[in-house]
Nanobody, 122 residues
Framework: QVQLVESGGGLVQAGGSLRLSCAAS??????MAWFRRTPGKEREFVAG????????RHDDSVKGRFTISRDNAKNTVYLQMNSLKPEDTAVYYC?????????????????WGQGTQVTVSS
């Protein structure tokens, strides 16, 4: 059974940092990604990474501040979030896809974690 389990969310002041982790079990996925959702909005793409780590993609809103990485030995993907802003406040979800391309549409992804809350205070 496939499971994605996120951790690392919390409350942080603006300008601070957090690192999210997502541990996958059950199988290995080629593409893993992070999405986020705020109340009343659809899930939006944050960052994605291929299995080799050779291809990463970050949304423009987080470029230069967030970095996605993965440790295949641990079947875990990370999202290092620096210079956090209040508008980064959201529930962050890990997602996994069997395709070979990092895509930004949430409906494409086959598996999802339960989400972890990130709150950035001003």
């Amino acid at each position: 059974q496939v499971q994605l389990v996120e951790s690392g969310g919390g409350l942080v002041q603006a300008g601070g940092s957090l690192r999210l982790s997502c541990a996958a079990s059950g199988r290995t996925f080629y593409v893993m990604a992070w999405f986020r959702r705020t109340p009343g909005k659809e899930r939006e793409f944050v960052a994605g990474i291929t299995r080799s780590g050779g291809t990463t993609r970050h949304d423009d809103s987080v470029k230069g501040r967030f970095t996605i990485s993965r440790d295949n030995a641990k079947n875990t993907v990370y999202l290092q979030m620096n210079s956090l802003k209040p508008e980064d406040t959201a529930v962050y979800y890990c997602a996994a896809d069997s395709s070979s391309i990092v895509r930004t549409t949430p409906g494409i992804y086959d598996h999802w974690g339960q989400g972890t809350q990130v709150t950035v205070s001003s």
